[in-house]
C-alpha cells in the first residue's frame, strides 16, 4: 500500500484525530492529565491502524510468515488497551490498585495471544498463511465485550451525579461506537474498527469538554453558569429547591489560609453529593453559596434529604445553614428560590445567635 492508498482511504481518520489534538492544547476546562490520557488513545488509535493495514498486507503473501500472528495477537490486544485508557480520561483519583485489578483480565490474555500461533488455543496460521481458529476463538471478543461493560458501569459512576439528559448523551456517544466495533468482529475479523473508536473518542472528549465546563473546579459540584440554565431549560421539573450557605469561610480563609477554606469546601460539597439523593442536581452557586434542585421529589423525602447532610456536617467541623421550598402549581422557580433563600438566611442568623450566646456573648 502506497502513502497515498493509505492517505486516501484513512484521510476522515487522521483529519479528526489531527483536530482532537489540536483541541487538546487549547482546551482551558481539561487537565493536563486527561489531555495526556487522551494522547494515548490517539497513539494507540495510530498502532492500530498501522497494525491492521500490514496484517492486510502479510494476507497476500503465498506462505505463513511469523508477522502475521504477531500483528493478529497485537490487534487482539490493543482494542481492550484503547477502552482501559478512555477509562482513565475520566479517572482522575484511580489508586494503582483498583488499576491493577482492571488489567488482570488484559495482562492474563496477552501472552496467550501472541504464543496462540503455537499452541494454537486462540488462533494459528497454516503454512499456506489461512487462518484457523482455536478452541478459545472467541476469547478475544469475550475479553473485549468484558471491558465495554467495564467501560459502561465506570462512566454510569463517574456520571451519577449528573443530570438524565447528560447521562443519556454520554450513553449514546459510548455505546455506538462499541457496539459498531462489537458487530464488526462478530461478522467479520478483516474489518478495521479504528474509524469507530476515532469517532467515539472525539464526540466523547468534545462531551467531555462540555461537561467540564460545566463544573466547579474546586468543589466538582455543578458551577453557577449551570444554576441558571437549569433554571431556563429545566425550571418545569423542578419540585423542590434547597439553599445551603457555608458559616465561617472567610474566618478559615483568614486564619487558617485558603488552603483550609478549600478543604472545607470539597468536605461539605462530598457530603451533599452523597446524601442529596438520586433526583437532586447540587450547585455551587457562590463562594461559600450552594443550591440543591430537586425533581420529582415530595417534601417528605426532601426534608429526610436535608437531615441527612445535617447529619453528616455534623461528624466535622463545619456547619451549614439550611432552607428549603417546594415549587408550588402556578409558583415561579424563581419565587420558590427566594422563599429557600429566606429560610436559609433566617437559620443563618439562628445558628449565629446560638453560637454568640454559647460563647457568653449579646446576642
Not at 281 to 302: C, H, L, S
Request: some cysteine; charged content about 15%.
Amino acid at each position: 500500500m502506497t502513502i497515498y492508498d493509505f492517505m486516501s482511504d484513512n484521510y476522515v481518520m487522521i483529519y479528526e484525530l489531527g483536530g482532537l489534538v489540536i483541541l487538546l492544547f487549547v482546551s482551558a476546562h481539561i487537565s493536563t492529565s486527561m489531555k495526556h490520557k487522551t494522547l494515548i488513545a490517539i497513539g494507540l488509535l495510530f498502532i492500530e491502524l498501522i497494525c491492521f493495514i500490514t496484517e492486510r498486507w502479510t494476507q497476500t503473501f503465498p506462505e505463513y510468515t511469523v508477522l502475521r500472528p504477531l500483528l493478529t495477537a497485537t490487534l487482539y490486544s490493543i482494542y481492550p488497551m484503547i477502552i482501559i485508557v478512555m477509562m482513565m480520561i475520566t479517572t482522575t483519583e484511580m489508586s494503582k490498585k483498583h488499576f491493577w485489578i482492571i488489567m488482570i483480565p488484559e495482562i492474563v490474555c496477552i501472552p496467550v495471544f501472541y504464543t496462540s500461533q503455537w499452541t494454537h488455543f486462540v488462533f494459528y496460521y497454516h503454512q499456506s498463511n489461512n487462518y484457523a481458529g482455536g478452541p478459545a476463538s472467541y476469547l478475544p471478543y469475550i475479553l473485549f465485550a468484558l471491558y465495554v461493560i467495564v467501560f459502561l458501569i465506570h462512566n454510569f459512576i463517574y456520571l451519577k451525579h449528573a443530570s438524565r439528559i447528560s447521562r443519556a448523551i454520554a450513553a449514546y456517544i459510548t455505546i455506538g461506537p462499541l457496539v459498531g466495533a462489537m458487530i464488526f468482529m462478530i461478522l467479520s475479523f478483516d474489518k478495521d474498527y479504528s474509524a469507530f473508536f476515532t469517532s467515539g473518542i472525539l464526540l466523547y472528549f468534545t462531551y467531555l469538554y462540555i461537561h467540564m465546563a460545566k463544573i466547579d473546579a474546586l468543589t466538582g459540584l455543578l458551577n453557577r453558569q449551570s444554576y441558571y440554565q437549569d433554571i431556563e431549560d429545566n425550571a418545569k421539573y423542578i419540585t423542590g429547591v434547597v439553599s445551603i450557605d457555608m458559616n465561617d469561610l472567610k474566618y478559615l480563609n483568614d486564619t487558617f489560609g485558603h488552603e483550609a477554606g478549600d478543604k472545607a469546601l470539597k468536605t461539605i460539597s462530598k457530603i451533599m453529593k452523597e446524601n442529596s439523593g438520586r433526583n437532586a442536581t447540587v450547585y455551587r452557586v457562590g463562594g461559600d453559596e450552594f443550591m440543591i434542585f430537586y425533581t420529582g421529589t415530595n417534601e417528605d423525602r426532601i426534608s429526610k434529604y436535608i437531615e441527612a447532610i445535617r447529619s453528616e456536617m455534623g461528624k466535622t467541623e463545619y456547619v451549614c445553614a439550611f432552607g428549603y421550598a417546594m415549587v408550588q402549581s402556578g409558583q415561579s422557580i424563581e419565587d420558590a428560590i427566594r422563599v429557600s433563600d429566606q429560610l436559609m438566611y433566617s437559620n443563618k442568623a439562628e445558628i449565629k445567635k446560638i453560637k454568640n450566646l454559647n460563647a457568653g456573648l449579646r446576642p
